[in-house]
């Protein structure tokens, strides 16, 4: 019978924090990028048509678009509020404004 010879390589090194991938709570450089642009977006929009760059664009889309802005509050809000009553009541008032 003939010998067969095994040629065995070297490990390959790899540097001491390969493999673990991203730190839990980074955020990945694409999704940062995409949400300054789009931020900045809202913010140039905004200042055509008032004069507080972002808040004028949201201020307009609550205008035109009630449902759409009503959405995003619902992200933005928390999801429970506790009042500052003697029994935890919460008092609301609404104010409304009428453009003409």
Partial sequence: MSE???KREAPVKRP???GKGRPKGARNKTTALLKDAIL???EQAG???GDEGLVSYLVDIAKREPKAFVTLLGKVLPMQ???TG???S???TF???IEK
């Fill in 4 to 6: 067969v010879t095994v």
């Fill in 16 to 18: 001491p924090n390969a």
């Fill in 40 to 42: 900045k977006a809202a």
């Fill in 47 to 49: 200042n055509k048509v």
């Fill in 81 to 83: 509020v506790e009042g």
């Fill in 86 to 88: 003697a029994d935890g």
């Fill in 90 to 92: 919460i008092g609301i």
């Fill in 95 to 97: 104010k409304t404004i």
